[in-house]
């Protein structure tokens, strides 16, 4: 493969300001779409050389056939255009969310003539406001309820409104106290309007302005002694109370702000969105999303509120977030646009936000947990991944013992290679082998390699112990009544391998399958691109639906070996790093252990000068010169 992109633009073609650009493949789909303060700055990070990549950014870029842009006016343009087209095209390689279910929520129907108060999952009615979401649907209508008894709204159906209007008697809602009654005329519709605005108020975050209002009324009816009304005040002070006491004060009693407790990893991230009003959290929301190239924390970030407040009507004055986005004065600014006042985006560093943060993190690691998990502990579900896998592959069994592959290298050194294995569908770890590879070609030679090397062992004669019985334990020779037992090992054949990559990739391993003599032994790879599944001898791929558990077991494969071959190879460099250290003279384990501890990192070290070295303990001007010496030079 060509180090530089045939589609890359000519030096001073790609303009300096502030736009959207769009990578499309040979079909004309849109691929990935992003923003840039400075277009040419930010594009250039994609036409550097392909080994300095990140993996999946190099899978992007060479998947796509094209690159074209949109210069736009200013930076907050820039964030509603990439909005807008990524909304419209759908980009694969962008970052995928998905709702861990469909949250109910409660809408005030405000563009009726008598609004309504009802429970749903649609948040496109016309004119109505949304508040929650709410965890079960069980919560919405136990809310409205207690609401109701404060604020007497209509909560009939538009059909029991008109049927009610025709005949003037009040619907059953009405009839039994639950609605003031519109319909029927017990109150105007202007009076129902009022306490509709006072429900969305009071939803809205208005606690203690209703509390004292509702207090003064009541301790005033009681003074003139009409007890009939400060009775009634003194039940919607009791229904408001009840509401209150669903959720407790997190923050103070006039703070109005979003909560987003992110965890990510290199490939999945999940999101607790916490929606807090006059204090209180109203409804909590659930995202979990896949990374389809690498990103910083603070772009996740960015994007995530992009999705979370583009179509949103309820904006909040305040939004917590765990990393400060590089255009967090262009996001206030739109989203400033969005709510009509100033927002402010801010880190929660300390007290009771700080708290809350830690609280919505925590929950965002245990959703993680539970996404890479959940279908895995399902034995149904993973029983139909075997069983789909088997009719997708066109094997003659389920493969029962799967065993995965994966290259990784830095820079083209340091090649290392795993293997991961799953059987019945499950990690065994036990299994888990990781190769060390001196020279190389390029990747599909490593696979040859490793795959060579690994069914070399399918060839061997079985090892053995001899156990005595009457003590259970290994034993040198024969001792009468002694058994044989296999020791456990990796011989055991499995009925598919699976590699992480393309075309390529899978006929280096089909050939060395062949040159092996173990054709009996079924294999595939999937491309991380578009996620498809390639066979040997086919020119196109198998594609699995996206939500099959099949190829969420083969994405699980791919991505704990990629994770397995990643830490071998941290540690590898390690080793490395340590070995060369070891080679200067009055430099031992200790010192190597303090330098590294002290520079973070191999590439502080190596940049470091001798004086910069001389600051560690230990450490005097003659050996700090000698290890900058002998780092330069290697």
Sequence with gaps: MADVLSYKPRPGEIPTDPGVYRFRDAAGRVLYVGKAKNLRQRLSNYFAPLRTLHERTRRMVTTAASVEWTVVPTDVDSLQLEYMWIKEFDPPFNVRYKDDKSYPFMAVTLADEAPRVIVTRNRKIPGARYFGPFPKVWAVHETIDLMVKAFPIRTCSDSSYRRAMQTGRPCFPGQIGKCGGPCSMTVSIAEHRAMVDDFVAFMAGGDERFTRELTKRMLAASAAMDYEAAAKYRDKLSAIEAVLGKSALVLPSDEDADLFGIAEDELAAAVQHFVIRGGRVRGVRALTIEKEIDISSGELVEQVLQQAYGEAQDVPRRILVPTLPDDAAELEEW?????????????????????????????????????????????????????????????DEAPLRIECFDISHLGGTNVVASMVVFEDGLPRKDQYRSFNIAETTDDTDSMYQVLRRRLAYLDRPDESETIDPTTDEVVAEDVGEATVRRKPRFAYPPQLLLVDGGQPQVEAAARALRDAGHTEIAVCGIAKRLEEVWLPGDDFPVILPRTSEALYLLQRLRDEAHRFAITHQRKKRRNDIGSVLAEVPGLGAARIKVLLKHFGSVTALRAAEPGQIEEVQGIGPVLAQNIHTHLSTR
Excluded: S
């Design 335 to 395: 989203l400033r646009e969005r709510r009509g006042k100033k927002v402010e985006i801010a880190v929660a560093q300390r007290g009771q936000r700080a708290d809350l943060m830690r609280t919505a993190t925590l929950n965002a690691q245990q959703a993680l947990i539970r996404h890479k998990t959940r279908r895995t502990t399902d034995y149904v579900a993973r029983t139909q991944a075997l069983t789909d896998l088997q009719e997708a592959l066109g094997m």
